[in-house]
Structure formats: C-alpha cells, structure tokens
C-alpha cells in the first residue's frame, strides 16, 4: 500500500488509487473515477449547509446495498483516507475563489480531446444529495447549473449530439465560471481574484 505522505504530494497518484478503489468495490450506483468523486465533492463544498461525513461516504457508492464489503481494513482506512484528502483540497481551493476541473482526456480522430462529462456527472450527484438544484432563486441556479448539466446529465448528453464542437468548447468554458458564481452566493466570505490553477487532466 502507498505510504499517505507520497499520496499527499502527488495527485495523479490519488487519482489512480481513488479509481482503483472505485472500479474494485463500486457497482453501476457508484461514483466511478476520481474526476466524479471531485465534482462531488465540489457540490457539496457549494452547498450552504453541511453534511455529515458518513452520509457522503456512504453516497460514493450508491444505497446502502452498494456499500462495499472490504477485503482489508487497511483498504478502507486508505479510501477514506484519499476520499477525506481530496475533500479537504476541494474546500480549500473554492474558499479561495479556486474552482478546477478534472478533465478526463481521450482520442477522437487522432485528436486529443478533454471531457468534462464525469466531473460535471459527479457535481450532480452531489446537487441532488444535498438539494442544491432546489436551494434558493430558481433562475439563478437553472443559470449556472446549465453547463453543468450539459455535460453532466442523460438530457444534456443528448443535447450535446445536436451541437457543434464550438459550442460545446463555448458551454465547457462556462463551467468553473458559473460554479465559482454559484459558490460565491452560497458563501460570500469567499475570497475572489485567486490565481487558478492548471486543470486536472486524467488520461
């Protein structure tokens, strides 16, 4: 097992575990990769209340028939340990004005091409445990969830077949924009004019 202090200081590695946890223990109800667990986690850091640790956890994995049944314990001490890290990053960053995808990248005709479809997938998840969609003026949050769920949603995947690649590089750069717009009213304390960090990309 990665000792946690080498975890700490490299994300690609706390990916690549948090994936193969998610891929080993989770069912077609779980969160599958790293970039979906990040958006999730971003969801509920924009919420304005709070939820209680075991109750995301538990909605990582789906109901409460999905929960995994570890191997080891020391298995379960290092997801939570990885999950509990990301977490504490993800507040971090978005108290500081920070809101940074984690782009899933891929190959389309010989091209590469980021994908934000499992992180905005998770970010619903996340709205929807936490009652985000549903939390405040109804204009305003259809407004800024619109490119989340573009790309995060059955309805939106579909809208997405009708759309040029313009378009769809247009929806894409609204997304840490809108959530940082949407973070900020939920917590105004926020402090703005951080510099942003280089996305995530996973390959």
Known sequence: MMEEGSIMDDTEMLYTRLDYYLSAYGTERSLMSAAEVDGYFTSIACNKGSLELPAWIAAIWGSNEDQPHWRTQAEEEEFLNLTLLMYLNTMNNLGQGIVSLVYIETEFDDEAELLADEWCAGFMRGACLTGLTRSGNQAFLDEVLAPVRLFGT??????????????????QELIEPSILRLAVANHPDIQLNQPTPTAHIIH
């Open 154 to 171: 059955e309805e939106g995947w579909q809208k997405q077949k009708s759309m040029s690649s313009e378009e769809i590089v247009f929806w």
